[in-house]
């Protein structure tokens, strides 16, 4: 099913706002925010790339660009910066991210030509960002186990899934261990949710699906969407039962974009699994 028809070239971030009960997700390399309310487009337009965001409450989002992490205001339309996110980088961009169960914000970067090696990914945590991932080429996957005991993440180019533990503060307590590997599969890991059962729900890039691996990181079951270029997950609805997912048409040709129109749109499929509302940032 298509949510939303417009084309993002790179989708990505998709966030349910449990409060709003309302998607937001974003287009990356088009510098723009999305959203809906019923049958209304709605659309904030930023002159920085804009990747992952979380909710702070019901009129405010945080959201990472290629160089802050920003608030929104949206009902005035309003940014405000929150601190720099490798401002003096002008070689990368922010990438996938997510609230974490204590309040905070996991954000990782990339390089704007995905250079090997060129990101990081940080935990923006009661005023202070620190790293702690260093380095990365692609870091996608960001998401938490419902016991707030462990935290994934993966590096897209080398198709690997990673699982670190997480201490009762929510920083490393211990080092990430290779958790699902995908180097012998065709699509590669993006962005990924876990469920209230603890299912991990890993959009794989170029399969066009979403596949489930249980807490051992063993393959479930898949599905399979329209576009090839699945980037993101994330369960929504009154109930947390539909499944979003965004798409893109970055690294795809003319020819295969004008033969399915769905590559780059963002999809809902009703009655997936149960998830989870996504934790309220605390700034």
């Known amino acids: 099913m298509i949510f939303d028809d417009r084309h993002c070239t790179l989708g990505e971030g998709p966030l349910w706002h449990p409060v709003r009960e309302q998607l937001f997700w974003f287009d990356i390399m088009g510098k723009r925010l999305l959203s809906r309310e019923g049958d209304t487009p709605l659309v904030w337009e930023f002159d920085e790339h804009v990747s992952a965001a979380g909710w702070v409450d019901r ?5 990472a660009s290629d160089r802050r992490l920003l608030t929104l205001d949206l009902k005035g339309d309003t940014c405000t910066t929150v601190c720099p996110l490798e401002a003096d980088n002008p070689a990368t961009r922010s990438n996938d991210g997510r609230a974490d169960p204590w309040g905070g914000f996991w954000i990782g970067t ?24 260093s380095p990365i ?26 699982r670190v533990a997480l201490d009762k503060d ?21 962005g990924a949710v876990i469920d209230a059962e603890g299912v991990f729900w890993n959009a794989q890039f170029g399969a066009g699906r979403v596949a489930a691996y249980d807490a051992r990181g063993q393959f479930v079951r898949s599905v399979t969407l329209t576009g090839s270029q699945t980037t993101c997950p994330a369960f929504g609805g009154p109930d947390l039962s539909t499944l979003f997912c965004t798409s893109a048409q ?3 040709d003319a020819a295969q974009i004008n033969t399915n129109a769905d590559h780059g749109r963002t999809f809902a499929i009703e009655d997936v699994a149960t998830g989870r509302p996504e934790p309220q940032i605390r700034l």
């Open 59 to 63: 009129d405010t989002l945080l959201i």
């Open 137 to 162: 080429s692609i870091p996608n996957a960001i998401c938490f186990t419902p016991d707030a005991g462990h935290a994934h993440f993966a590096d897209t180019p080398t198709g690997t899934i990673w």
């Open 170 to 190: 929510g920083w490393f307590a211990g080092e990430p261990e290779p958790w699902v590997d995908l180097t012998d599969w065709d699509g590669r890991p993006d």
């Open 110 to 133: 990339m390089g704007l030509n995905a250079q090997p090696g060129a990101g990081a990914i940080y935990r923006y945590h009661k005023g202070e960002l620190r790293t702690l991932v």
């Open 250 to 252: 970055e690294g795809l």
